[in-house]
């Protein structure tokens, strides 16, 4: 018997000591636990709370919890604790308060009911988690997301966010409305190769995905309209995509007033060349007009022409009327406004017909000229009819330079000779025109390609030739530049990129 009640003795202890120990695991956890923890009873009035809140708060047993920790007269209008009270079942909420160093705070709050041994609710325990650094983060990402929508919507040009596989159109800014007539909810997950001419958008399909600029790019409108811009591409990322940031720039009106400008500096050309041409077109006349008058000679004399000698006459009347129509097309080719289209071009081709519009001007003057024109080039991407346009107005300065330096007494004898060149160059085509004029003097060499500045007198020159043919050049990816020495004469370089260059 003794033996007995002493095993139950031993058991008694046992489990009194596990449960002590168990006591004091859960003293500790509660003591330790990285929130706040709080006991209340069914007033608010803490009953207990962990080490956590007492190093924040400096509380005292007794107070309202509201008071304690949340900086309020008076309870707060959801109250999870209370609620536990009222239904014996677990609550939460968000909220606010002001901490005792006067800053604004924010906790996510959950209660759960403490319980007696018949069931009842005598107290409840409050966790409450404190958010407010993430709650400062989510609003300053929330102000920066505004921020950036602001920008974003006020950026004066058109800026799409696309699919990086796709193109489609994730979003765009406010501009895209006013210059491209599409509003926001039209345009967004739309193909961008939409806005080009159906015949276009495979090869912007991959310029768009290897190039960080294209310039001078049609793309139609809403309403159908033409407009030209130049697309800016930077890879991007939205919304855990790969994606494409694409900015564009409507030129159409600069570019009109280029295209207007150009025309009227290719009318002037013409002018200039008018004496050439009369002479050009005089000596084909001359042919037929004698030709002709022989016919009719033998005709009114009611003679025989020999059967070879009329055809040599209507061979030479056929092929000079072939020559006249070939001058008079080639001028009325080259008046007419330029494609803003680019095509390929093989750069002998422009440079032969500006040599041959401007050939017999060049005789006249007793200029020679000379050429060394590369074989089997690669074509360039551009204007056939505004290349022309630049070799003319270089071939008008290097007359003009010649002249200059042959009208001065002591350089009468002086050598009258035009280069013309073409090569291919580190993977570049390069043009030369180079003369044996007067050269450039240093003190106005950074000056020559300024719009409207001319060393002529005036009315011998507009000073736009050289400033238009730098802006044709440029548009067309290429550079130009000059190499000279006064007194001895000027050579300008262009070169230009062609397609799969690398």
């Known amino acids: 018997m003794a033996l007995a009640i002493n095993h139950m003795e031993k058991k008694t202890d046992q489990k009194q000591g596990d449960l002590n120990k168990k006591r004091d695991e859960y003293q500790i956890l509660f003591e330790l636990a990285p929130c706040y923890i709080t006991v209340q009873d069914k007033n608010l009035r803490l009953i207990r709370y962990n080490r956590e809140f007492a190093d924040k708060f400096f509380p005292r047993t007794g107070d309202y919890c509201y008071q304690a920790y949340k900086g309020r007269s008076e309870r707060c209008k959801v109250c999870p604790v209370l609620k536990t009270f009222e239904d014996g079942k677990p609550h939460s909420s968000e909220e606010t308060g002001v901490s005792k160093d ?163 500096s290719k009318m002037a050309t013409l002018g200039e060349m008018a004496t050439g041409v009369a002479h050009e077109l005089n000596q084909p006349l001359s042919v037929i007009k004698t030709s002709s008058s022989f016919i009719i000679k033998k005709v009114r004399k009611n003679e025989t022409i020999k059967e070879e000698i009329l055809r040599t006459l209507a061979e030479e009347i056929d092929s000079h009327v072939d020559r006249a129509s070939k001058i008079i097309n080639h001028m009325r080719e080259f008046g007419r406004k330029s494609d803003v289209k680019e095509k390929k071009v093989w750069i002998n081709e422009p440079l032969e017909k500006a040599l041959y519009i401007f050939n017999q001007q060049l005789k006249l003057r007793e200029i020679n000229v000379v050429k060394e024109l590369g074989k089997d080039l690669p074509p360039i991407l551009a204007d056939p009819n505004r290349l022309e346009q630049v070799f003319i107005n270089l071939l008008i300065n290097s007359r003009d330079a010649i002249e200059e330096k042959s009208s001065k007494t002591d350089q009468g004898g002086a050598a009258k000779e035009i280069f013309l060149r073409t090569s291919l160059k580190n993977r570049m085509i390069n043009v030369e025109v180079k003369d044996t004029g007067t050269g450039i003097p240093k003190h106005i060499l950074d000056k020559i390609f300024d719009p409207f500045f001319t060393t002529k007198k005036v009315g011998k020159g507009t000073g736009l030739g050289l400033s238009i043919s730098y802006g044709i050049i440029q548009d067309y990816g290429g550079s130009i530049k000059v190499k000279t020495s006064e007194g001895e004469g000027s050579t300008f370089i262009i070169q230009f990129p062609f397609p799969g260059k690398t």
Do not use: H
């Open 102 to 264: 006067g800053t604004k705070t924010y906790w996510v709050v959950r209660s759960a009911p403490i319980k007696n041994a018949d069931g009842e609710v005598v107290a409840a325990m409050e966790m409450s988690l404190d958010m407010t650094q993430m709650k400062f983060l989510e609003e300053a990402v929330e102000k920066s997301e505004k921020k950036y929508q602001t920008i974003f919507n006020t950026i004066p040009n058109p800026v799409f966010v696309l699919d990086g596989k796709t193109l489609d159109v994730l979003d765009c800014n406010n501009s895209v409305s006013s210059v491209y007539g599409f509003n926001k909810n039209e345009i967004v997950m739309s193909s961008f190769l939409n806005l080009f001419e159906e015949d276009e958008r495979e090869m912007y399909s991959l310029e768009i995905r290897s190039s960080n600029n294209i310039n001078r790019v049609r793309q139609i409108r809403k309403d159908g309209k033409t407009i030209y811009v130049n697309i800016r591409i930077s890879a991007s990322e939205y919304l855990g995509r790969e994606t494409l940031l694409v900015t564009t720039s409507d030129i159409t009106t600069r570019l009109m007033a280029e295209q207007q400008l150009i025309q009227a």
